[in-house]
């Protein structure tokens, strides 16, 4: 591609003072931004070209012009619309999504039950010590694995959120307090150092 510069103008902006814009025959990025809305056209040097979006060139900054191929209104609000969540594939990613945070959501509750129905340490057998541990370190890695999604899953499906979230919540809570239960009765009666990645986990939540 050819840069803009003393004797070599962006041919879009004019640009001269640095190398920003850049361009060859079949794109032009142009890095001082336009007002253009995307289908609009521009004719340089007697071609027509097209502005396409903002989001071009190694920056993602660039607006980015392409020759014009005789695209009607139709055709661009057509290109336009398909992002937005109102054509059936893009509802049925949004569906699928649905589907698939749902069961994660399940496997919390089901990692947070088994935690939370765990036997007293100090009566437990040393097998049923032993189960207790694991299920609340499963509940506690499920649950910092589940919550950086949070508000993204709340987001983006309000059903969801209305029908779990708190429960969600005072699950994360417990199980905070339930890993800090078992990290102080592994120090004070089993003599294992707590890692300080537990610690961080524990009090993360
Ligand atoms: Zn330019």
């Not at 840069?3 to 962006?10: F, I, L």
């Not at 049925?92 to 399940?106: F, G």
């Not at 506690?140 to 993204?152: E, G, R, S, V, Y």
């Amino acid at each position: 591609m050819r840069s803009s510069r003393g004797n070599n103008p962006c041919p879009v902006c004019g640009r001269t003072k640095d190398t920003d814009c850049r361009w060859n025959d079949t794109t032009i990025l142009c890095h001082t931004g336009t007002d253009l809305r995307p289908g609009d056209t521009i004719t340089i040097a007697g071609i027509k070209w097209a502005f396409i979006h903002h989001k071009g060139g190694f920056s993602g900054m660039a607006a980015v012009f392409k020759p014009h191929r005789d695209r009607n209104r139709e055709e661009w609000k057509r290109d336009l619309r398909r992002p937005t969540p109102s054509s059936p594939a893009q509802l049925l990613a949004v569906q699928q999504k649905r589907t698939q945070w749902l069961d994660v959501l399940d496997q919390f509750f089901a990692a947070f039950d088994a935690a939370w129905n765990v036997p007293d340490f100090y009566s437990a057998t040393p097998d049923q010590l032993k189960n207790a541990l694991t299920a609340i370190d499963d509940a506690q890695a499920k649950a910092a694995a589940l919550a950086p999604h949070l508000p993204t899953i709340w987001r983006e499906h309000p059903d969801l959120k209305q029908l779990h979230r708190l429960r969600v919540e005072d699950n994360l809570k417990a199980i905070a307090y339930m890993a800090d239960d078992a990290r102080q009765f592994k120090q004070n009666e089993l003599g294992n150092p707590c890692s300080v990645a537990v610690r961080a986990m524990a009090e993360g939540l």
